[in-house]
């Protein structure tokens, strides 16, 4: 079998924190089942660890033999395949993007086509941005979507209102105002204040932005059903049985990166309906009605009053919900990450 020099935030022997963690830290492990070896070179907290810069030339060097993965934001490589690109770099080469703005950035020429199709492959999460690439020259691009380890299904649940009790909402990701978490806070003050209180919450997860927490716990302590509640473990069963115990999951986003956010495989696992804003490629993986609500971006009385028709049962959130789990199998890690793709891009050889 093949090997891979792997270029990208890691975070290795620790948990993942962010999205490019999760991702990168799931494909190592993958490669590995696969027989893969792996030669990570982890650049994440780089200024504590310089020598990482030592590590990776002399792998760059040492074994040209082995494909070569970026599988990180595109600005922290761009110098890098530049620099490949006017020496002409022997090697094969995957840029396995991360996040969902290459795609206009490329056209608006802020990333040079041609630097960007100087790499043999360009595996991208959304059709979208494959078409955007497309359009502009680049070539060797393949649709390769986000993507989750399935370990089980949570028991499926009655959803609200059948299931009596408050409606319980859910926010699952990096907590900061990019991602829409000013925006519900302010969607459940005036829920609170039209008198809706005792039949709604909101609960909080993830690790929360540098310089926001004071303002953020702040706010949620000024509202009685608002909690923050600290980092949910989803390499754990417990953590998608906590999960699925909840009715909706809430991802108003307006962050310039956005992808296919690995939370919508979350909630596809555990059977959550979105209530989402209409940015990015968010309807590229979900559906209108039927896995998903959708909201204007930065449009907290929409949000308000999407929130609100969930509150008095005007959606059917069970039958949400089924749709949801029908979803999630195509996102299983090994449904993504085969060794099809692999021989596709190089790293191994064809039998």
Known sequence: MGNVILVGWINKGKAADCGETMKNQLLVRRLSELGVGCRQMDFKGWRKRPWVFLQFGWN????????????????????????????????????WVIGGSLGQRVQRGIYSADVIGSMKHTLVES???????????VKGVKVVPNFKPIPYYPKAKVR????????KFVFLSRIMPEKGCDNILE?????????????????????????????????????????????????????????SSYDMMLFPTYWKGEGFAGVF?????????????????????????????FVPVHDVIA???KMEACIHGQYDLTEMSRNCRKQAEKYNVTNVVTERLLQEIGVISCR
Do not use: C
């Open 127 to 137: 059709p979208l941005m494959a078409e955007q690439l497309e359009a502009a020259g």
């Open 187 to 243: 969607a459940a003050r005036l829920l609170n204040e039209a008198g809706l209180e005792s039949q709604y919450q909101v609960d909080f997860w993830g690790k929360i932005a540098d310089g926001y927490r004071e303002g953020f716990l702040k706010k949620v302590a000024e509202l009685e059903n608002v909690q923050y509640r600290g980092f949910l473990n989803l390499e754990e069963r417990a953590g998608y049985d906590r999960l």
């Open 60 to 95: 760059l060097l040492a074994h040209r033999e082995d494909t070569l993965i970026f599988s990180t934001s595109t600005e922290n490589v761009y110098g890098l395949m530049k620099w490949m690109k006017r020496l002409r770099w022997k090697q094969n080469t995957v840029h």
């Open 303 to 305: 949000l308000k009053d």
């Open 160 to 167: 609200y209102p059948d299931a009596g009790g408050p409606l």
């Open 265 to 293: 495989i979350d909630a596809f696992i555990s059977g959550l309906p979105i209530l989402a804003t209409d940015w990015a490629h968010n309807r590229r993986f979900l559906t209108e009605n039927e896995t998903a609500l």
